[in-house]
């Protein structure tokens, strides 16, 4: 789904923008990548800020009208700070366009597009639009460089799409946060007993004191590491206490 989804800048001025842009797409699965007249491309200045996503600029296509890099689009919606009077669909919010767009991706090409960096989207650039989003900011300064209106863009994207059901995104976790097989719980409850009748702390069965203790280490939801030093604490605790 995020393969149909096209970000295309228009007349990029800063070859360093282009590369930072690319480096905000790669961050959240983006690859597709359009360059309407750009100034100056390929450059070193690009590549150097793409860092990593050198591959979205080698993949890059430049086109010389904005026509031509949305033909094949079933929407276009154009990214602009001021309100026009033109009378298209207007996003009020990021996150409802990446909704209404990962829809259409799923079957059809898609392409968000990104103006000047001064002067944005001209009037009939905005025609070539079927819709328009803003990204609400600061009134009094809501100066977004190009690349950070690029991210934030992307990213809701990439949210739209992990939070749907057929995504499979895995979200990162720590190894040493990795939980506890029940096998292993259950080991560590059978050592923990054992420990509490053969220390004397329980003198004969008290089914209610270690269920109280199972609960206390069931909310707790120790990772498998933290399990691990628990049972070798009590093995530690065990080895001293008198064989009988």
């Known amino acids: 789904m995020l393969q149909h989804i096209r970000i295309v800048l228009v007349q990029t001025f800063h070859p360093g923008n282009i590369g930072a842009a690319a480096r905000a797409m790669k961050t959240m699965g983006l690859t597709e990548l359009v360059l309407v007249n750009p100034r100056m491309f390929p450059d070193e200045e690009a590549t150097r800020l793409a860092a990593g996503a050198t591959d979205v600029l080698e993949n890059a296509r430049v086109v010389t009208s904005l026509e031509e890099a949305v033909s094949d689009c079933v929407q276009v919606v154009g ?7 033109l009378p298209l669909p ?13 829809q259409n991706a799923v079957t059809a090409q898609v392409a968000l597009v990104f103006g000047r960096e001064r002067s944005g989207l001209t009037n009939d650039e905005i025609r070539c639009c079927t819709h328009q989003v803003s990204i609400p900011a600061n009134p009094d300064y809501g100066i977004l460089n190009l ?26 976790r720590p190894l040493e946060a990795t939980p506890p097989s029940r096998e292993q719980f259950l080991h560590f409850q059978a050592h923990l007993g054992r420990l509490m009748q053969e220390s004397g702390f329980l003198t004969q069965p008290h089914a209610r004191t270690e269920e109280q203790l199972q ?15 628990l049972r070798g604490l009590l093995s530690a605790f065990e080895s001293h206490i008198p064989q009988k």
């Open 147 to 172: 690349s950070q209106a690029v991210q934030i863009l992307a990213y809701e994207v990439h949210r739209a799409w992990r939070k749907g059901e057929e995504s499979g995104f895995a979200y990162q």
């Open 215 to 229: 609960a206390l280490f069931a909310r707790a939801q120790p990772s498998r590491k933290e399990l691990s030093l």
């Open 90 to 102: 207007h996003f009020d919010e990021p996150d409802e366009m990446a909704a209404d767009v990962i």
């Open 79 to 85: 990214a602009s700070a001021r309100l026009r009077s």
